[in-house]
C-alpha cells in the first residue's frame, strides 16, 4: 500500500493544470510544487525494464507470478521512497501521460484519484499558436516551427500529436469499467478560471477534505518555465481582475476540429456543436 494518497493530475495542452495544482497547494493536508513529475516516466522505465531485459525475463520464465508479484511490491515500494520526506498525506503528481496508464496506476494504487483538466479545443489551438508567435526563434519539441498554420494544426491534432494524443487516450476511456470511470475528476478550464473557488470547493470535497477558500494573492501570476512548460504549451496566468482570455481562430480550423472530435463537444461542451 501506498503511504500517501496521490492525486494524479493530468490534461490537454494550456488547460490550467498550473494554476489547479498552485490552487490545491493552498489546502494544508496537500502538497504540491506545481512541477512536472519524473514519476510516471520512471514506472515506465521499470516497466520497460523487467519486460525487456534478458535476466527479468528470465526470471518471467521460471518465475512468472512471484516475479510479477515482486515487480509490483518494488514499484510501490519505489512511490513510497520517492515521497518519503512528505509529510501532507495527499500529494499532487503532474505528468501529461497519467491518464493513459490509468490501470497500471490502479493496479499499484487501488485508492487512485485522478484530476483531468479540460479547455474548448479551438482555444487550446489558438493558445498554442498565440504562444508560437511571442517564440518564433524557438521551435517546437516536436518541430513544427517550419509549418504552416494550418499543418501546425493538423499535427498538434493527429494521433501521435501533443493534442491528439491526450484525446485518443480521453476517448478511450469511455470503454472502461465504470469503477475505474469514477476515479476521475474533470476540471473545465473555462469554469475554473471564471469561478475557482466552486471548483476547488467540488474537487476538496470529492477527495473527502475539509473545505478551504483561495487566496488568489498567493497564486503565482508569472509563466511557467521554459523547460515546464515546452517553451510552446503555456497556458495563460490566472488574473482575478481580467476577464477569460479568448483567442480568435480561423473559422474553417474550428468547423474541422468540431467535425473531429464531436465526442469531446458531446462530454464537455454540448452547446458548442
Partial sequence: MLNHHLLYLTGLPCSGIDFLSQSLAQHPDIYSNHLRSPLCDLLLNFRTFISTHPQAVNHLNQEFNPTME???SAMIGFINGWFDQISEPWIVDIHPQWLQHLELINLLDPNCRMVVCVRELGQICAAIETQHQKTLLLDFPDKLAARSRAERATQLFS???????FLQSLEQLQDLEESLQQKIFYVVYEHLM????????????????????????KINLQLPSYSESGGKYVEETYNPH????????????????????????????PGRL
Fill in 159 to 165: 494521433p501521435q500529436g501533443v493534442v491528439g494524443s
Fill in 194 to 217: 471564471s469561478n475557482p473557488n466552486e471548483v476547488l470547493t467540488e474537487l476538496v470535497n470529492w477527495l473527502k477534505l475539509a473545505p478551504i477558500s483561495l487566496d488568489s494573492t
Fill in 242 to 269: 481580467q476577464p477569460l482570455v479568448y483567442h480568435t481562430i480561423p473559422n474553417r480550423f474550428e468547423v474541422t476540429i468540431k467535425q473531429n472530435f464531436p465526442w469531446f463537444y458531446r462530454i464537455f461542451y
Fill in 70 to 72: 515482486r515487480s509490483r
